[in-house]
């Protein structure tokens, strides 16, 4: 398995908090990416890095914002977390196959 | 119509039947085709890329037609393991992926 590790795992938090969810690889990867999964749709992309401070927007990007001070490290942050941000986070590695690998998950749940 | 189509299911079948998955994609331009299964709770993990000239990996086999904009994963002799959803994920271009709903595959004994 590709070694990539998500924390927290699974998050409570309330309407209006700020939440940061942390991506972390050891495959040197030039990219990485998060995506939330909900019931219905298929994986939809928030945020992608293609280099340490490099970033762009995916598909859903509003109320994110990520950062990557490191290869190995992706933040997302919730500014100010909504029910409607309730989801699965899944954190996926890349390189220039477009083959990607995807962390375990992190389940969040905004009440 | 979505960028990225695939049947739902359930596909329930018996072990040792051969099942057929396709998916439908939007973007004619698109180059790049996977097929990735997530088990009940868990991330999705890379089954296959899929090539022009199709290609198989034991029990599995992917092909893509781009004249009808589809591409398909055939397995063979099903497991009770092989139960999943299988997911379709088309590349956009540049570091667009779009992921479909997944097809669900339940495999009985």
């Known amino acids: 398995d590709a070694g990539i590790t998500q924390s927290p795992r699974h998050k409570v938090t309330e309407t209006g908090t700020p939440v940061t969810l942390r991506c972390h690889q050891t495959?040197?990867?030039?990219?990485m990416y998060w995506y939330r999964q909900d019931p219905g749709h298929g994986l939809r992309l928030i945020h992608y890095?293609?280099?340490?401070?490099?970033?762009d927007k995916g598909e859903v990007s509003d109320g994110y914002s990520v950062s990557r001070s490191k290869t190995e490290d992706f933040l997302l942050t919730l500014e100010s977390a909504t029910s409607s941000q309730t989801s699965v986070y899944f954190c996926?590695?890349?390189?220039?196959?477009?083959?990607?690998?995807f962390g375990p998950g992190t389940r969040l749940t905004v009440t | 119509r979505k960028e990225v189509e695939q049947d739902p299911g359930p596909f329930n079948v018996p072990e040792g039947a051969t099942v057929a998955f396709n998916c439908t994609y939007s973007?004619?331009?698109?180059?790049?085709f996977f097929w990735y299964r997530q088990d009940c709770r868990k991330e999705p993990k890379l089954l296959m890329s899929?090539?022009?000239s199709g290609n198989e990996d034991g029990r599995f086999t992917a092909q893509l037609n781009r004249a009808s904009q589809y591409i398909s994963l055939l397995i063979r002799d099903s497991k009770l393991s092989d139960s999943a959803t299988y997911l379709c994920?088309?590349?956009?271009?540049?570091?667009?992926?779009?992921f479909g709903p997944g097809t669900r595959l339940s495999v009985l004994p």
């Open positions: 495959e040197n990867h030039r990219y």
């Open positions: 994920v088309v590349n956009m271009g540049g570091q667009n992926f779009v």
């Open positions: 899929v090539y022009s």
């Open positions: 890095s293609y280099g340490v401070k490099d970033t």
């Open positions: 996926a590695i890349g390189g220039s196959s477009y083959e990607q690998y």
């Open positions: 973007n004619s331009a698109s180059q790049s």
